[in-house]
């Protein structure tokens, strides 16, 4: 029988560098869902901005 591979451990250098790149992308992905959450709320805002003229215009009919 072989024995397993033990397990390979990473530098401390090597760590830091997986965890900083962790950090920038979950900063990269949050910027990009308040981009995201606030396309949608400008979105919804036009959208209802467009429902009431038009509900005006029909009334004023």
Request: proline share 5%; hydrophobic share 45%; aromatic share 2%.
């Amino acid at each position: 029988m072989s024995a397993a591979p033990a397990p390979v451990e990473q530098e401390p250098i090597e760590l830091q560098a997986n965890e900083q790149q962790m950090l920038q992308e979950t900063v990269q992905l949050h910027a990009e869902a308040r981009a995201a959450l606030k396309n949608l709320q400008m979105a919804g805002s036009l959208y209802v901005q467009q429902a009431e003229l038009e509900l005006a215009r029909s009334m004023a009919e």
